[in-house]
Every structure is written in C-alpha cells, then in structure tokens.
C-alpha cells in the first residue's frame, strides 16, 4: 500500500460524503448547489487520483470531464434556475434538519454493515472505502424522500449519481469512458429537461414544492 | 450461614405478620423486623462474596417440582447485596413515611413481603423458587401500586397498567424457564445449564426472546416500559424506591441468568438485539425525563434510560465475548455491574427524596413546587448529590459507570466485527445524547423544585422530612459520594461477584486502572485536587472582599427588566425547562399542542381568552399500545356474542371442550 | 522518579499561572481583533485583566431569594477549569497525573462547572435567568453528543483516550490528515464554540435579555462573583482552545521534562491559542447569531460528523 496515494484518496472520498451530508444538513439551496459542486470535484478527483496510481491515462481523462462535467456544468445549469426563479431557501423538509442528519448517520452505519463482506473480497487500499460511496448514494436517496422542492429532489438525484459512480471507480478498474460518459450525459439530459418543467411548472401554477402537485390531481 | 438464611426469613415473614396483624407500632415493629431481615440478606451475600464459594440450600417438601432450592452465586449475592442496601434504608424511612401514607394493614403487610421476596429471588437455585419468589414479588408490588386507589384515581390506571405488563411478562419468564426445565429433566439452574449444550440453536433462541422479553419488561425496557412510569409515580416513596433501586435490578439479573448462565453458548445476535433495545430505551427515558414534569415520572423515565446503558454494556459484552475479546467482555460486564449499582444507589436516593417531597407538599407536578431548599435543606442537598450522581458529573458514583461505559465501547470498538462495530458506534451515540439529556432532566428536578421561590401555597406551606427519613436520605447519598470519591469500595464487590463469570477487568484503590486495556482514572485525586482549587477561589474571594473592607453580602431585588415585584409564577417552570427539547424533538416525541385563540364578537383585533394546551404522552404508548388496545376491544366486542348469559350455553362450551380434548387425546 | 515527579509538578503550576493570565488575555485579543476589523481602536489587550480588578473591589450581591448555591457556584466554575488546567496536557505531557487523566474525565469535569451554573441562574428565582439555564442546557445537552462522539473517534485511532498519550500519539504520526481525524476536529471545533458561548451560537456581547444565552444566566452576579464568572468561562474557553490546538497540531508541546522544552511547550501553546482565536473572532466578524432553533441543526450536523468520523477510523484502519 503507498501512502503517497492512500491518503490524498481517502480525503476525496471523505470530501464526497461530507458533501452529501451538507446537502442534508443546509437548508440554503445556494450552499446545497456548492457542496454538489464540490462533490463533483471530490469526484473527479478520486478518479484521476486512481487512473494516476494505476497509470490509466483514460481514467485520468475521465476524471477530468467528471470535474467539469460534476463539478462546474451541472451545478451551474441547475443554479442559473435558482437564481430565476426559486427563493433561496428549502422550505422545511419533512423530516426535521437535526432528525435527518442522524438518519444520515444511521445509513452510513448500515452502508458500512452491508458493504463488510465485498470490501473483504476485493481488499484493495481503493476498496476500503466502498462504504462511503453506498452510504452516498443512500444518503441522495434519502434527501431526495425528506425534501420537497424540485431542486433539491435533483441535487438529491446527482448525489445519487455521484454515490454510484464513486463506488464503481473504487469496487472495479473504473467504469468504461463509454458508459461514464454516457451516464453524465443522460444526467445533464434529465437535468435539462427538469429545468425546463420545473420553469414551466413555477410559471402555470406557481409550484415550487412537489408535495403541491398532489392538487393538480384533482 | 443456614443460620443467615434463616434470620432473614423469619424476620422477613415476622415482619408480614407484624404488618397484617398488629394494630399498634405496626409500622416502626414490621420496619425493625425487614432491617434485620435484610442485614441478615446482605450478611449472608457479602459472606459468598468474600469466600466466592456458592451458598447451597434446599427443602424439597415446601414447594412441588423440585422445592425450594437456595443457591447463592456470587453474581446473585451481589444482587441480593444491593437489595438489601435499598431495602434498609426504605424500612428505615417507611416509619417516617408511615405519617403520610402507607401505614395500613394492607399497605405495611405487602411492603415487607415486597421486600422479602426481593431478597429471595436472585438466592433461587431452581426454576420453581424462582418462578414463586417473582410472582409473590410481582403480586405484592402491585398491592403497593394500587393501595392508594380510594384517594387517587390514577392509581388505578396505573396498577392495571402494571398488571398486565407484570403477568405477561411472567408469563414469557414461565413459558422459557419452564420449557428449559422440561429440556433439562431438572429444575435446577445448574442442570439446566449443563443440558443447554444439548439444544438446538432454533430452540435455544426462542426460549431466550421469551426470557428477554419477560425480564426487559420488568427492567422497563422500550417498548415494554410503559408501565414503568405509572407504576413508579403511583407506588408511595419507600415502595418506588424499592422499585426502581432493586426490583429493575432483577430483570437485568434474569437476563444475564438466562443469557450467560443457562444458555452460554448463544450465537451473536441475542446481544446485538440487546445492544439495539439498550439504545433505544437510554434515548427514549432520557427524551422523557428531560421533558416531563411529574417529578417521579422524571425519574422514572430516567430509570429507564439507565437500564438501556445497563443493556448497551451487557450486548457489547456479549458481541465481545462471541468475537473472542474476552478482556473487553469482562471489562463490559463489570461495567453493567458498576452502572446497575450505581443506579440503585443514586436513584433510591433520588425516589426518597422526591416521597419527601410529595410527603411535604402533596404535589409531584414541579410546576407547583419551587423554592424547597430553604424549607428541606438536608433533603435539598441528599437530592443534589443524586441529581449531580446520575448526571455523572465528578465526583459522584455516576462518573465512574459513565466512564467505564465510554472505555468499555472504546475497546470493543477495536474489534473487526461488523456487528460489533455497528452496535458499538450506536452505543455511543446513545450515550453521548443520554448525558446531554439527563443533565437537563436533573438539573430541572432539582433548580425547579428546590431552587428559586415557590410557586404555590403547597410549596410554600413544606416542612423539612422527619428524622427517620432524613437518615435514610443521608444515608444513601453518603453512600454515593464514597463510592465517587473511592469507586473500588464498589468496583471491588462487583469484581468479586463476577468472579466465576469473568476474569477481574478493573483494579486499583486511589486509581481505576484497567487490566491489559489502557485506561485510567482517578477520582479520589481529582476530587482532592477539585476541593483544593475550590479552597483557593473561595480564600480569594473573602480576601478581596476583605480588604475592600465589605463585611457581608448585599441582597437585592432580581433584574425584571426593570419591573417591580416579580412574582413566583413569572419564573421558568419544569414544562418550559423542557420545552426547547421538546422542540428539537417534535419528530420523535410528536407532542400534542393545541392553541385555542377566541376574538371578541366585536373586533377581531381584541382577543376574549387564549387557551394553550400542550400533552406530552409516552409516543410508544399512543402508537403502538393504544390501536392495539383499540383493536382487542373491538375483537372482544365480536365475541361477546358467544357470552349472553345463558347457562345452558356455558355448560355447552363445557361440553364441547371435553369432547374436542377427548377427541385429541385418543 | 523524585525529579520527574518535580518537574511535573513544576509544569502543571507553570500552566496553571499561564491558563489564568491567558484566560483575560485571550478575551481581549479577541475583542481587539474585532474591532480592528470593524474599522475601531477598541480596547488595550489587556483591558480584561483591568475589568476583572474592578469588579473584584466591589461588594458582592445576592437576589434575595438565592441560596447556597448561587454563591457556590462561581467557585465551582473556576475550580474546574483551575483543575483541568493544572492537570491536562497543555504546554507538556507530563504534568501531574498525566497518565490518570484522560478525555471523558475532562470532559465531565468541565459540565461539573456547566451544572453549576446552570443551577446557579434558577437558583435566582427570575424569569430571564431560567431562560437562560433552559437554553443554555439544551445547547449543552445537544453538544454533548458531538463532543463525546469526536473524542471516541480520535481515541479509536490511538486505542487509548488518555489525553497525553493521544496529543503524543499525534506528535508521533507523520500524517496529520487522516479523515477521521480530520472530522474529529471539525466536529469537536464546533462543538468547542458552542460550548464556549461564541458566535454563531451565542453572542458574548449582546445586551438584549430575549437574544441572551449564557450572558442572561449571569445576570444576576455583580462583582467579585461576576468576575470569578468572567474568567472562569474565559479560562474554559483557552483550555478548550488549547486542547483543540493540541489535538490538531501537537507540535511544540514539552514531551521531556526540564525547564528548556517546558519554556518551548509555553510559547508554543501561546502561539496556538493566539492564532486559533485570532481565527475564531475573524471567523464572528463574518457570521450572524443563529436562531436559537437552528443551532441544533448546526450540532447535529457536528455530531453526523463525529459519527463519521468513528466509521471512516473504524473502516480505513
């Protein structure tokens, strides 16, 4: 194990789940929106950080467009739609702020559980830290359960996407360019087209939280 | 030592007797026979200790299957130990107590059967003494519960709460021991343990979720405890001191009976499932002491809370002992063993002090009480040094169980073990927001009862305890400042009662060190080096008032804002104390507020009346007991039918019943 | 034996006598940097120390409804963090009792003068002060957690949580970035200034009795007691600082007994304190109070951070 790679590593990733927490924990979207560009970077860096250790230059350029992709594009796109037309604030999640940090830790703790087992298997310095990458995507799960606007449900969908994508570049040799390239682009795609119904939405019937959309039902 | 035992019983039986028949001196006679009984208890329990040799006797014409059968341990010497260390000093404040309540026939003849078989259960060497010892000790704490009824209604709530709770779990301890008897061929606990390995895992497992689930009832474990607060805070001063100080105790004796003696080999779930329902119930008490306002229902609630830290020590126990860690299995176990005394000590203190209290004032509702120091000063300060015990602050007992629980999840935490791993983080968790918690329910039951001015004519109206209660206060509260300042006086008994169950963990008089673990403490030093800087502020302090030549201090009105005449009912009370927690915790404890605004016919801009209402109901109760409870009735609605009155309907079933088990049987 | 048994004497008493100078001093660094920053001269450094003197010429004071405890309670305070100062690994590692001390009795010792307090403000029998024990103690109660969570996940990494030897096991690693300690220190720092009463939890300068925290507790204490009061909070707060110092950059403090390295361990903790406070005020400069209502959010945030913290030591070791 080289030390020189470990810990620059274990800090990206540390970097990915403490930003899913902070996406949880703020209720400005402006900061949720930072700490997913941030995630972003995080990211991206735990990708070239690996193509570098395993002298993968595709993985390196991978990581690269991660980071610009993740880490500056989508963050952006989706802020330019804040600062249009939505109030900066998360009105109040379901659950309580202090309530869903805890639950955050809970979904750590069984990511760390459930993950024992592959982390054994495979028992690579890179592998010990699957569990954050699930804990990830388990934690975009949740916030996108407790929070009621359209934003934050798409932050809450990214950071699933990130959990995802951190946990394959940890578990295997990364992902193929194809498929990761793919991937982020089906996300800007989706977060695109969200843009434009959240907008639409916002203008018709001046909706910002999803739970509203149960009266158009009627 | 037959002749300990014997004492103890005849003194114990006399002492029923004095209470059922005598008409004069009823109260201070059947109290001097249980202080004899239970020195004649705790005589015999710190013999075994001593000598760590087990305490045999049996008679096997007294009781059907397999008779009575005594056997001290050491582990059940310790616990008879404590009991009788509670049992003292309630008999000693009962003939105080008697004054205000509880000197009836009834009430004097169950209190010392209560005491009685308190003593008698952990000394039960087979399933039948055993299974008599807790019903007599169940049946007579429940007359306790109720004897009150005529005057307080919700006695009787409380006692039908506590009936049920009570019987179904001895019903689960039944069916398990019962069943493992059966398995065994022998009602002997030893024999029992020695088939044990003969079981299968299937088997084994059921019998132990019955037994924990009947033993976690009585421990006031979540979601079973919500008998716990009812009974606690309608049980009179001596009783739920027994209560609380000994009889939780013995569910965590029957857990650690059936888990580590009589099923030995359990696999490693039984004690993650300990561990997780230790975590939930410290977080639950602790959520309600910090925020109800019926003093004993505080502590009560706090009870419980430290029973889940009781739990959380003995689950990483268990983890630790399945992954092979057997140093941190002993050091968790002891430190079940330091809390659970702990525990006794400071909360039987704490319970006195709160019947003195309801003794002087008739209230248990802070919201009416206030200003009790200068009225009560030795209770005041006897219920300080608990309050301060149990929030662990230094130098008090508490610290002492505080901290070996934090090195006991530290050193269990070093393990691989997912399991371990995800229990332990939990555990520490749970304890880290337990303290926080505590220290606001206590700081509460102590600043809003005895500090600041009383609220009400009640409170105004107190008188200090009589003498005999004030002894058995002090007592108790002495009790848990030595073990604070020199926690080996009690970390020593415990290591000797665990001395056929785990290997010594903890050593050291002037400093807790443990053994081929790192840790170390040292009270007795840091309480020598607290009173000396105390010593030295204090000094500065009159010196520099001195020589600025101020002879006394100047007392002044408070700041009101610069409001004149503040009365009492402007302070902070015990519902507002609690209220910001309330807040933070509206998810879990979903409190029921209701705000009644109505407007003068006249104008909507003049308010007639605001009404602010605000309940704050066990959550378990309300969401898990009563759709149960709703759901029973209506089923009990439909069979109704089946009863109308009819004789010859009844005698049918009679029939028929006899005839599908003739059917059956063949 | 004898020697070293002096010499740690020695060093806790040089400790002593800096943690009750630096307690003042640190309080007007602070102030200073503030002002300095919002454009004012503002007050000497030493301002704090003359303020204290003031206070202490002054006759004491009593509401008439207090007891005991109100009048014991300042002594409590600053006996507390006096023994915590003597006694835990500030300037050397080997102070008295070093090997006896650890992070939880430290840790207790300080809420022993938190309960004293808090106690000491409903013993006034006035609204605003138990409004301020009430909010004080839900504070305490919800930084407890993270606190404690943080010490567990720095001892994992030690296997130990007996102060000296955790600052020492830091002097000895060469990496210092670990994550798990990283957020350890994160978690614990805020924890630290929720329990010292800075900003954005509480505001140590307000006037306003409603927006008061631990200033409405105190209300009621005039001279001598307020400034024992004063200072002993002051004294709270270097130590933490200081232990927080320690944790994160152990590098300097005296790991051999002898006046050389303890003169060294002094200045190097001065400078460590200096500049953690220094920070601290830049950091007040640039935030608001928070609503009495988010700040759990914010500890619970800090305790999330604890509890992963405990997991990344546990699955990256």
């Known amino acids: ?218 | 030592m037959t002749r300990l035992l014997a004492l103890t019983v005849v003194a114990g039986l006399a002492a029923i007797a004095w209470g059922a028949l005598s008409s004069r001196a009823r109260v201070p006679l059947s109290a001097l026979a249980l202080v004899v009984s239970s020195a004649g208890a705790a005589t015999l329990a710190v013999r075994v200790l001593a000598t760590g040799t087990n305490f045999a006797w049996s008679q096997t014409n007294v009781l059907p299957l397999g008779g009575l059968d005594v056997r001290l341990t050491p582990l059940g010497a310790l616990f008879v130990l404590v009991s009788a260390v509670v049992a003292i000093a309630s008999s000693v404040y009962w003939t105080g107590y008697a004054r205000h309540a509880m000197a009836g026939r009834s009430a004097s003849a169950s209190f010392a059967l209560f005491t009685l078989s308190l003593l008698v259960v952990p000394m039960a060497g087979n399933v039948t003494t055993f299974l008599f010892a807790w019903e007599l000790m169940a049946l007579s704490s429940l007359i306790l519960v109720a004897h009150d009824h005529a005057r307080r209604p919700e006695s009787i709530s409380a006692a039908r709460w506590y009936a049920v709770m009570t019987q179904g779990g001895a019903g689960a301890i039944t069916l398990a021991l019962v069943g493992l008897a059966a398995h065994a061929h022998s009602t002997r606990f030893s024999a029992i343990a020695t088939a044990s390995t003969h079981l299968s895992g299937a088997v084994a497992s059921t019998f132990f979720l019955f037994a924990l689930a009947g033993f976690a009832s009585k421990a006031g474990v979540v979601p079973l405890h919500v008998w716990l607060p009812k009974a606690h805070a309608e049980a009179p001063g001596p009783v739920s001191a027994l209560m609380s100080g000994a009889m939780v105790n013995l569910g965590v004796y029957g857990i650690i009976l059936v888990g580590r003696t009589l099923l030995p080999q359990g696999p490693q779930w039984w004690w993650l499932v300990v561990s997780l329902l230790g975590g939930t119930t410290a977080a639950v008490g602790a959520l309600y002491a910090a925020t109800s306002r019926d003093l004993k229902r505080l502590l009560a609630y706090s009870t419980s809370d430290n029973m889940g830290l009781v739990l959380l020590a003995l689950g990483a126990s268990g983890l630790s002992l399945s992954t092979q860690h057997p140093r941190v299995a002993s050091l968790a176990l002891a430190t079940a063993m330091v809390l659970l005394v702990n525990h006794s000590l400071f909360k039987s203190t704490l319970f006195l002090g709160a019947g003195a209290v309801h003794a002087a004032t008739g209230s248990r509702n802070m919201d009416e009480l206030g200003g009790l120091s200068r009225l009560m000063p030795l209770t005041s300060v006897t219920f300080l040094v608990g309050a301060l015990a149990v929030s662990a602050i230094p130098p008090l007992n508490g610290f002492t169980g505080e901290w070996l629980l934090f090195q006991s999840l530290l050193h269990s935490l070093a393990s691989h073990d997912v399991a371990s791993v995800v229990a332990g983080t939990l555990a520490v968790a749970a304890m880290a927001l337990t303290g926080g918690l505590t220290i606001i329910a206590f700081v509460k039951a102590f600043g809003i009862t005895f500090l600041g001015r009383g609220r009400t004519e009640r409170a105004l109206g107190a008188h200090e305890a009589t003498f005999s209660m004030r002894v058995a206060q002090g007592a108790l509260a002495l009790a848990c400042v030595a073990t604070g300042v020199v926690p080996y006086l009690l970390v020593g008994v415990v290591a000797r009662g665990l001395a056929g169950v785990a290997s010594p963990s903890i050593s050291g008089w002037a400093t807790l060190r443990l053994s081929s673990l790192s840790g170390a403490l040292t009270p007795l030093f840091l309480s020598g080096a607290l009173l000396g800087a105390l010593a030295l502020v204090a000094g500065w302090r009159t010196l520099v008032q001195r020589r600025h030549g101020f002879a006394n201090v100047a007392t002044l009105e408070a700041w009101g804002s610069g409001r004149h005449h503040q009365s009492p009912q402007m302070q902070y009370t015990a519902t507002s104390y609690g209220e910001p927690i309330l807040r933070v915790f509206d998810d879990v404890l979903r409190p029921d507020r209701d705000l009644d605004v109505s407007h003068v016919v006249e104008s909507r801009y003049y308010l007639e009346r605001i009404r602010y209402r605000a309940s704050n109901e066990d959550v378990i109760e309300r969401f898990l007991y009563r759709p149960a409870l709703a759901l029973l009735r209506a089923w009990a609605r439909r069979v109704r039918v089946l009863a109308n009155g009819s004789v010859h309907r009844y005698l049918a079933y009679g029939l028929a019943a006899l005839v599908v088990i003739l059917v059956i049987l063949k | 034996m004898k020697s070293t048994l002096l010499w740690s004497g020695i060093a806790s008493l040089a400790q002593l006598i800096w943690l009750v100078l630096a307690g003042p001093l640190a309080l007007g660094l602070m102030r200073k940097v503030r002002s300095v920053i919002e454009g004012r001269d503002g007050a000497r450094v030493t301002q704090p120390l003359r303020d204290l003197r003031k206070l202490a010429a002054r006759q004491r004071t009593r509401p008439t409804d207090a007891t005991w405890i109100f009048s014991a309670a300042p002594l409590v305070l600053v006996a507390s963090a006096l023994v915590l100062g003597a006694l835990s690994p500030l300037a050397s590692l080997h102070v008295l009792m070093s090997s006896r001390v650890d992070v939880v009795a430290v840790l207790f010792v300080l809420l022993l003068g938190s309960v004293a307090l808090l106690l000491s403000a409903l013993d006034t029998g006035t609204a605003f002060a138990g409004m301020g024990s009430s909010r004080a103690a839900m504070v305490g109660a919800m930084t407890e957690p993270a606190l404690l969570v943080a010490i567990l996940a720095m001892s994992l990494g030690a296997g130990t949580s007996n102060l000296a030897r955790l600052v020492d096991a830091g002097v000895a690693t060469s990496t210092l970035a670990g994550p798990a300690r990283i957020l350890a220190l994160v978690s614990f720092f805020i924890a630290v200034l929720a329990e010292t009463g800075r900003l954005p939890v509480d505001n140590p300068a307000t006037h306003l009795e409603l927006t008061m925290i631990h200033e409405a507790m105190i209300l009621e204490y005039a001279g001598p007691d307020l400034a024992l009061i004063t200072w002993g909070e002051s004294m709270r707060l270097v130590l933490l600082v200081g232990l927080f110092s320690n944790l994160a950059l152990p590098w300097g403090i005296a790991t051999s007994v002898g006046a050389l390295s303890l003169g060294v361990g002094l200045l190097a903790l001065t400078l460590k304190v200096a500049v953690v406070a220094i920070g601290v005020s830049l950091f007040e400069v640039t935030t608001a109070k928070l609503r009495l209502f988010r700040v759990p959010e914010l500890l619970a945030g800090a305790f999330l951070l604890g509890v992963l913290s405990v997991i990344s030591a546990v699955a990256l070791r």
């Open chain 1, 1 to 218: 194990m080289k030390v020189s790679y470990v810990t620059p590593l274990d800090l990206a990733v540390v970097v990915v789940i403490v930003t899913a927490a902070l996406t949880l924990w703020r209720q400005s979207l402006v900061a949720s929106l930072r700490a997913l560009s941030l995630q972003g970077v995080g990211l991206g860096v735990v990708a070239m950080v690996l193509g570098a250790h395993r002298r993968d230059p595709v993985l390196v350029f991978v990581g690269v467009l991660v980071l610009l992709i993740k880490g500056a594009a989508i963050p952006r796109l989706i802020s330019r739609v804040v600062a249009r037309d939505h109030p900066g604030r998360e009105g109040s999640p379901l659950i309580n702020i202090p309530a869903s940090l805890v639950g955050a830790g809970l979904l750590t703790l069984l990511a760390f559980g459930a993950t024992r087992g592959l982390v054994a298997l495979i028992a690579t310095p890179a592998a010990r830290l699957i569990p954050f990458g699930v804990a990830t995507t388990l934690i975009g799960f949740f916030a996108m359960v407790v929070r009621r606007r359209a934003v934050s449900q798409i932050v809450g969908l990214l950071t699933i996407d990130n959990g995802i994508a951190l946990t394959a570049f940890l578990a295997t040799s990364g992902v193929p360019l194809v498929v990761e390239l793919g991937v982020s682009l089906d996300v800007l795609l989706a977060v695109a087209v969200l843009r434009v119904l959240a907008g639409h939405l916002h203008r018709q019937f001046n909706i910002q939280d999803l739970d509203q959309l149960r009266d158009l039902h009627d």
